[in-house]
């Protein structure tokens, strides 16, 4: 039948409408069809009470579910990292995220991770950041946070630790405020950095009294002096504390890469490597904080076959066993994050070279190596 003779004869409309009224016949039916083909829902339950068990009470992993939609691999992500044998993972919980409209909240992903996390038997360490744009200039990056809105920062980090009390201790302030980037392109400073902490600490304890604050998480760089773009960590802690930072945290977050040192190679100021840890705990030492204990939060090695910075697997994968070994040893250190368990879906840079585990949920050798070594 022709539905344009129909139209221009306009000599039988009855045959016309029947025809219309068949064709959506035929429309509900391949919908229900569509619908009998759909793969049901996955129902996600949070299961049984979990313990992870371990050789090695500091093994940790950066496990990014940020930008993870899908619940039942948030869930199979935080398996996978208890029957690796790691207790402890850093996650990311993005202001912007949960704080789009300003006192407007929104918990229910960041509650599934953690609720994940903690029926596998993980303890979290929460990192924040990322400003939302109700709280910075038009067109400024994320990381771009004017000291005025430092209060706004602070009243999110009450809410955040309210929020998750009793299920969140451990929280990291920023991310490597000692790269120009990560500090909004405002310039690196240091002084401003510790007047963030100083903003945030007293509101954090008035949420929970037993909360631990984290500091620093600065990226490991041998920037010379005056750099715009980044400052050496060193001399960026000695100005923290300079600045009065010691009354305004409870932990010192530590990033330790390798590179293309081993793990064993002795520290020096002339060279980022993983044992350059020990010359942060020298600085702590100095300035009278011995007493605080340090958190490894970021770290580890790159094994793609072209980047610069990158070594062997096998030697990845000895170098990290080692890592973990060292951290054993060191008592002032309570945990060894590595970066990063898995991602989302495949970066498709050297980044991918990081994980342990590919975005389908295949296990990478390393994963298998630290399984072992975990006693699992």
């Known amino acids: ?4 003779k129909i139209l221009l004869d306009r000599h039988d409309w009855r045959e016309f409408i029947v025809a219309v009224w068949r064709l959506g016949q035929v429309v509900v039916l391949l919908s229900i069809i569509y619908w009998l083909a759909a793969p049901p829902p996955i129902l996600v339950t949070l299961g049984s009470s979990q313990i992870v068990h371990s050789t090695n009470p500091k093994i940790g ?10 619940e039942w691999k948030i869930k199979k992500t935080l398996e996978m990292v208890r029957e690796m044998g790691s207790p402890w993972i850093v996650e990311y919980f993005p202001w912007a995220y949960i704080e789009n409209a300003e006192n407007e909240f929104d918990w229910s992903h960041a509650d599934q991770i953690v609720d994940h996390a903690r029926r596998q038997g993980l303890t979290v360490i929460a990192r924040l950041g990322f400003v ?5 200039p038009r067109n400024s990056v994320t990381s771009y946070l004017d000291e005025a809105r430092y209060q706004d920062f602070a009243q999110f980090t009450y809410e955040f630790i309210n929020h998750f009390k009793g299920r969140i201790r451990y929280v990291i302030i920023w991310n490597e405020p000692n790269v120009n980037f990560e500090w909004g392109y405002q310039g690196i400073d240091p002084a401003g950095y ?12 008035e949420a929970d009294p037993s909360v631990q604050i984290l500091a620093g998480a600065l990226a490991p760089t041998l920037a010379p002096s005056g750099s715009a773009d980044a400052m050496n960590d060193l001399e960026y802690l000695q100005k923290m504390y300079d600045s009065g930072a010691k009354d305004y945290f409870d932990i010192l977050s530590v990033h330790a890469y390798g590179w293309t040192s081993r793990a064993d190679e002795a520290p020096t100021p002339t060279r980022v490597n993983f044992r350059r840890t020990e010359l942060v705990r020298d600085i702590m030492i100095r300035n009278g904080d011995a007493a605080k204990r340090v958190m490894l939060t970021e770290g580890g090695w790159n094994d ?4 610069t910075k990158a070594v062997r697997p096998a030697e990845r994968i000895e170098d990290t066993l080692r890592a973990y070994d060292l951290c054993k040893q060191w008592v002032w250190v309570d945990a060894c994050v590595m970066w990063a368990f898995r991602y989302p879906f495949p970066a498709q840079t050297y980044q991918d070279y990081f994980t342990f585990v ?11 190596e630290v399984q072992k070594y975990a006693g699992n």
């Open 1 to 4: 039948m022709r539905f344009d």
């Open 61 to 70: 992993v950066h496990t990014r579910l940020t930008d993870e939609a899908d």
């Open 132 to 136: 939302p744009e109700w709280a910075r």
């Open 194 to 205: 510790t007047r963030m902490l100083a903003a945030i600490y007293p509101r954090a304890k």
């Open 304 to 307: 793609h076959p072209r980047w």
């Open 358 to 368: 590919t975005p389908d949920f295949d296990p990478k050798p390393i994963y298998l």
